[in-house]
């Protein structure tokens, strides 16, 4: 897709310790989930609210927005500028 690159979002601020939000999220909406000592999830169980599918590897979920970086990216909010290093991965609309 032109114009949408991961790498245009620098993601997931720290929350507390090792964990970033990702990992704080995948916490919360996982069942019976297993962090390792950096945090990361290494077991537990996700189900999708919009399909019910279910996962088990953490590595097989994006974990997004409300508006996803690559719907951003095709909206018209695709010239604002690339958020800071404390920001939130979506780009703040410019007014």
């Known amino acids: 897709m ?5 790498e245009k979002f620098p993601h997931w601020i720290k929350q507390y310790g090792t964990c970033d939000t990702r990992e704080v ?12 000592d950096q945090c990361r999830a290494v077991a537990g169980g996700w189900v999708s609210v919009y399909d019910d599918k279910v996962f088990t590897d953490a590595k097989a979920l994006d974990i997004d927005h409300l508006v996803s970086a ?6 018209s909010c ?13 780009p703040s609309p410019t007014t």
């Not at 032109?2 to 991961?6: E, I, M, P, Q």
């Not at 695709?78 to 991965?89: D, E, K, L, M, Q």
């Open 78 to 90: 695709h010239s604002a500028p690339t958020p800071g290093p404390r920001t939130s991965a979506a």
């Open 25 to 36: 999220v995948l916490q919360r909406d996982g069942r019976d989930v297993v962090q390792d």
């Open 2 to 6: 032109d114009g949408y690159s991961r």
């Open 70 to 75: 690559r719907r951003f990216v095709e909206g």
